[in-house]
């Protein structure tokens, strides 16, 4: 059975205010992430909830290049090619 | 551009006191080597070794790294307050070393040593001009205040470890030999307490740097010096940073009505934090060997 798709935006909603006690509303997927006014702290914590519930790990070497909601999807859809990952 | 010397005056110049209470007797600020085997090498408690032998090993396995002799002229960037300068001093008995360092309190340690045939200065590597070249550098552990955090996600940190490797190059003689120790990150923490302490660590204790990559390193060494020996120490290092939070807490009473709580509260945070980076594989060390390409 397919798994349901991966809402990203829903998602990462949740993460900030989970990790950073935030309430984000304007997102959409070229919200840069260091724009939202999370540390770098918050946002791996936030990196540490995708994966923590989608079951998969982002190369360190990738972390980096995650600038925007938009990447994290493609990052995630890369890591998980058999299930829709959108935002 | 790294650290400032306002980053610098945070991690290091707290006082030479308070740095002397829980450091070797020569005051090395960087990982000793132990070298136990695998069985001493289990975590818990370290062996016989004492931290004072552990930098010992350190420094004669980085002067050998660098082919020190009697006859060399030594460079040490990022000297500490000049357990390397002293060894070199005293042991291999060098023409002369010179060493340079961005803290004020670390470089008037070095002079109240008064070591024979040594000089330092307060000066950025980005600064310095020395008016001779050197037969050989060592640098332990500085390479970690090269570059920010910031400059390290907005992918520059190649660039600026190449351009550190492209100015000892240029400091060196041909057959110049380079012995250098850096701490690695080698993979980030996904424990969201690992992962606020090492963010706090890397933030409040040492702000103005991170530590490298050993990609990274390997890939901005060329085309400047090659690598002829590398290994990593990464349960060493968990040792040394267990010998020195064992001696903070021996001092704790005298840390406490000295310096503060704070002082005391955070350098133990920290060094906890060392500790459990080093088991866990967030970090790890290695010493290079490194040639330079004539």
């Known amino acids: 059975m397919a798994q349901p798709p991966v809402n990203v935006l829903e998602m990462f909603k949740q993460a900030a205010l989970e990790v950073d006690n935030r309430t984000l509303t304007d997102l959409k997927a070229d919200t840069v992430i260091s724009s939202l006014g999370m540390d770098s702290v918050a946002v791996m914590e936030l990196v540490s909830f995708f994966e923590e519930k989608l079951n998969v790990r982002i190369p360190d070497e990738e972390l980096s290049k995650i600038r925007t909601v938009g990447d994290l999807r493609d990052t995630l859809q890369k890591l998980m090619p058999d299930r829709a990952v959108a935002a | ?294």
């Open chain 2, 1 to 294: 551009m790294g650290s400032t010397k306002a980053d610098i005056a945070v991690s290091y110049d707290v006082s030479n006191e308070f740095f002397r209470l829980w450091l070797d007797e020569r005051m090395n600020y960087t990982c000793g080597i132990f070298d136990e085997g695998p069985e001493r090498m289990k975590l818990g408690v370290p062996g016989p070794v004492s931290l004072e032998e552990s930098q010992l090993r350190k420094l004669r396995i980085l002067s050998d790294y660098a082919h020190v002799t009697s006859a060399s002229t030594v460079l040490d960037i990022g000297c500490g307050w000049g357990a390397d300068l002293e060894y070199q001093a005293t042991t291999n008995h060098v023409k002369a070393a010179h060493g340079i360092t961005l803290s004020e309190a670390q470089c008037a340690e070095i002079r109240r040593r008064a070591l024979p045939n040594v000089t330092a200065s307060v000066c950025s590597y980005l600064d310095y001009r020395p008016e001779v070249k050197f037969d050989a550098i060592i640098s332990i552990c500085m390479m970690e205040h090269i570059v920010s955090p910031q400059e390290a996600r907005d992918g520059k940190s190649i660039a600026a470890y190449r351009n550190y490797f492209r100015l000892a190059h240029e400091w060196t003689k041909p057959g110049a030999y380079f012995g250098l120790q850096t701490i690695l990150r080698n993979f980030v923490p996904r424990d969201r307490k690992d992962i606020q302490d090492l963010g706090w660590v890397t933030y409040e204790i040492f702000p103005g740097g991170i530590v490298p990559r050993l990609e990274e390193i390997i890939a901005a060494v060329n085309p400047y010096f090659e690598v002829l020996e590398l290994k990593t120490r990464r349960l060493d290092y968990r040792n040394t940073t267990w010998h020195w939070r064992d001696r903070l807490r021996k001092n704790e009473a005298h840390i406490r009505a000295t310096w503060g709580d704070k002082v005391f509260d955070d350098y133990e945070r920290y060094l906890s934090t060392c500790v459990t980076g080093f088991e866990k594989h967030y970090t790890s060390l290695a010493q290079y060997s490194l040639k330079r390409i004539d």
